[in-house]
Structure formats: structure tokens, C-alpha cells
């Protein structure tokens, strides 16, 4: 039997249990405070934030034309055509992300005028105020309109490729579940207009 260097009993190679749990009791105060600490930070913070809904749109991505990927029409669509190519896929997301594309849609949805999408029409927030001086995010009164509101549009929108399809997903989200299906549909919208322009000028 020895003692370790906490004060707790190891018998024969094993731990004394009532002797760590009085170790635990005498230090109590360093478990149980932090716990608490952060669970009220936790409360804080979900209460602060505002939940978010995300809305989905689908495109078929086809070298002649693009439509949108409706339910009568998916499995007839996906049986007739072979899967695009990775890197085909791959563009046709990299337009959908595209700034310009982006800033289509901000101007035709005014969300320039959303507070939502524009942190500063909200007022300062003490707690980003602090954050920026500490270094941990940036000042939006630094930044120009045009970049806070593409920070605020990429972090709420995602496009990928369904594997093994030609099917593009666009999720959008926002506060409002309304705005957001209206978003998603518009970015789908912008990109089909973006490619029979494209399309009008091969021709």
C-alpha cells in the first residue's frame, strides 16, 4: 500500500475508490463551478442566436439544358443519362458559388436591406465589438457592405453534387423559413439564367 501524490491509497496495484472519491469531494469546488460556468454560457449563447431554417433546391445539370429537379421528373431524368462527370459537376458548383452570381441575387432580394445579412443595420454588438479587439473576428465597420454581406451569404449557403448523378443540391439558410426557400429558388433562378445566356451567345 502507498500513497500518490494526490493523497489517494493504491492497494496491491489498485485504486482505493473511497479514498478517490474523498479526493474528488475535497476538490468539488474546481468540478463543479467550471460545469456550472459553462452551462450558463451555453444557455446564453443559444438563447443569443437565432434558429436558422434551411431550404433546398435541386437542379439536373445537362450539357443541353438545365431544369429544375422536380419529383415526377427525377427518376425518368436519372434512369435516361449517365452521370456527369466529377469535374463537369464540379464547375457547374463553382458557378452556382460564384460572387457574381451571389451579388445578383442580394441586389434583386434587397438583402442589402436585411439586417440579417448586414450585421451593422443591426446596431454594434458589445461582444463582436470585443471579439474584433481581441483579434478573434473582424471589424465590420472595417469591412465594406458589399464584404459583410458575402460573409454573411457563404456562411449560410452550401452546394454540392450528388454522387454518381447530375444532380446539383443548394441548401439556404435564415432566420426566415420563408426568405430562405425564396433564396434558394432565386440562386437556382440566376444560375439558369446565367446558362442560356451562355448558351445565346455560342449560338
Do not use: C
Amino acid at each position: 500500500m502507498r500513497s500518490s501524490a494526490d493523497g489517494t491509497v493504491i492497494v496491491d496495484g489498485e485504486l482505493d475508490l473511497r479514498a478517490l472519491g474523498g479526493a474528488l469531494n475535497r476538490r468539488r469546488g474546481w468540478i463543479i463551478w467550471p460545469t456550472l460556468l459553462v452551462a450558463v454560457v451555453s444557455a446564453i449563447t443559444v438563447n443569443l442566436i437565432a434558429p436558422r431554417y434551411k431550404s433546398e433546391a435541386r437542379l439536373v445539370y445537362d450539357g443541353r439544358e438545365n431544369v429544375f429537379l422536380r419529383p415526377e421528373a427525377e427518376k425518368t431524368l436519372l434512369e435516361e443519362r449517365t452521370p456527369a462527370d466529377q469535374e463537369t459537376l464540379t464547375n457547374q458548383v463553382q458557378i452556382v458559388l460564384s460572387r457574381q452570381l451571389a451579388l445578383d441575387v442580394i441586389g434583386d432580394l434587397k438583402l442589402n436591406e436585411n439586417p440579417e445579412f448586414d450585421p451593422v443595420l443591426r446596431g454594434a454588438s458589445v461582444v463582436r465589438h470585443i471579439l474584433a479587439l481581441t483579434g478573434l473576428t473582424r471589424d465590420l465597420l472595417a469591412m465594406s457592405p458589399e464584404e459583410r454581406l458575402l460573409e454573411s451569404w457563404y456562411d449560410r449557403l452550401t452546394v454540392y453534387p450528388v454522387d454518381k448523378s447530375r444532380v446539383i443540391v443548394i441548401e439556404f439558410q435564415s432566420t426566415d423559413s420563408v426568405l430562405a426557400a425564396r433564396i434558394a429558388n432565386a440562386i437556382t433562378d440566376a444560375y439558369l439564367r446565367d446558362q442560356q445566356q451562355k448558351k445565346g451567345q455560342k449560338a
